[in-house]
């Protein structure tokens, strides 16, 4: 388990976030990244992040006056799971990338495919 406090754990979710293409954060809409320590009880305690929302895939013209879709990045789970600063920074970079392909409607299975499991 890796010691991080929470603002520096908020700094690499940061820069992941900063490492996105801007071609992709253009087409983000309506979707905020929020760091928590634990997942909410009934799911995974090992959950590192979970998107809360309806994929832009799956909007219609329905989908109006919305709150934001939510993209959480679970601070403990991912600390626990990694042995030094440097797999925090490349599993906080997975994770965020992940969440937001689910904002673009890509599924688990092909995000496996691609190498962000």
């Known amino acids: 388990m890796v010691e991080m406090s929470r603002e520096r754990f908020e700094e690499l979710v940061s820069d ?3 490492g996105v293409p801007v071609e992709l954060t253009r087409l983000m809409d309506n979707v905020v990244v929020l760091v928590e320590d634990e997942p909410p009880e009934h799911e995974p305690s090992d959950l590192l992040g979970l ?3 309806v994929a832009l895939t799956e ?5 109006t006056f919305r709150e934001p879709d939510r993209i959480f990045i679970f601070r403990n789970p991912t600390l626990a799971m990694c042995g030094d600063e440097a797999e ?3 599993e906080v970079r997975i994770t965020v990338v992940h969440e ?3 904002h673009f409607g890509i599924d688990d299975e092909a995000l496996h495919a ?3 499991a």
């Open 16 to 18: 992941a976030l900063d």
């Open 51 to 53: 998107y809360d929302g």
């Open 59 to 63: 909007r219609d013209s329905n989908y």
């Open 88 to 90: 925090v920074v490349a």
């Open 100 to 102: 937001i392909a689910h």
């Open 114 to 116: 691609l190498g962000y």
